[in-house]
Antibody, heavy 115, light 108 residues
Framework: QVQLQESGPGLVKPSETLSLTCAVSGYSISSGYYWGWIRQPPGKGLEWIGSIYHSGGTYYNPSLKSRVTISVDTSKNQFSLKLSSVTAADTAVYYC????????WGQGTLVTVSS | EIVLTQSPGTLSLSPGERATLSCRASQSVSSSYLAWYQQKPGQAPRLLIYGASSRATGIPDRFSGSGSGTDFTLTISRLEPEDFAVYHCQQYGSSPFTFGPGTKVDIK
């Protein structure tokens, strides 16, 4: 059974960098597919942040592109998200997902941006 | 960027009734790369439909998707109690992948 699990700080200060990691079990990232991040502000809709292919090719949402970096570590079977210069508008539940149409989701992790 | 519009915003129905949800795109969705998700409070979304009409693994056949180009539909043939939730559509044919605002199906 494929499982994804997000981890990282639940509280980030404004202007700092949000860093999350998604550990994948039950499937080897090296085997293929895109791996991505989606976020959902409290009470709002879903926003695609970006995706990375197992070989490292990336796609980012242009609205966030200047601040986002997604990377993959196949040796640890995990991928990561970094979002720089965060503000309160970046407060959201962050999900990691498999594939462009997200067939597997992590449980989500709430990240709050506040001083 | 492809903008997705979902209607209605809220659909109030009784168990056993048929639900028809609409997702309209601002431009044609490449290769019908349109997905539908169900989300319940406090949970991650669950994939229901991909490729506009293909059911995901384990999804009951009361859920069906149809459409192409700019107009897509999710139909729930007979609502079960566990189907009351928010439904999101997503296009993944062109970057940036985008989501609709969601349709809430609640109990009448």
């Amino acid at each position: 059974q494929v499982q994804l699990q997000e981890s990282g700080p639940g509280l980030v200060k404004p202007s700092e960098t949000l860093s999350l990691t998604c550990a994948v079990s039950g499937y080897s990232i090296s085997s293929g597919y895109y791996w991505g991040w989606i976020r959902q502000p409290p009470g709002k809709g879903l926003e695609w942040i970006g995706s990375i292919y197992h070989s490292g090719g990336t796609y980012y949402n242009p609205s966030l592109k200047s601040r986002v970096t997604i990377s993959v570590d196949t040796s640890k079977n995990q991928f990561s998200l970094k979002l720089s210069s965060v503000t309160a508008a970046d407060t959201a539940v962050y999900y990691c997902v498999r594939r462009s149409f997200s067939d597997y989701w992590g449980q989500g992790t709430l990240v709050t941006v506040s001083s | 960027e492809i903008v997705l519009t979902q209607s209605p915003g809220t659909l109030s129905l009784s168990p056993g009734e048929r639900a028809t949800l609409s997702c309209r795109a601002s431009q044609s969705v490449s290769s019908s790369y349109l997905a539908w998700y169900q989300q319940k409070p406090g949970q991650a979304p669950r994939l229901l439909i991909y490729g506009a009409s293909s059911r995901a693994t384990g999804i009951p056949d009361r859920f069906s998707g149809s459409g192409s180009g700019t107009d897509f539909t999710l139909t729930i043939s007979r609502l079960e109690p566990e189907d009351f939730a928010v439904y999101h559509c997503q296009q993944y044919g062109s970057s940036p992948f985008t989501f609709g605002p969601g349709t809430k199906v609640d109990i009448k």
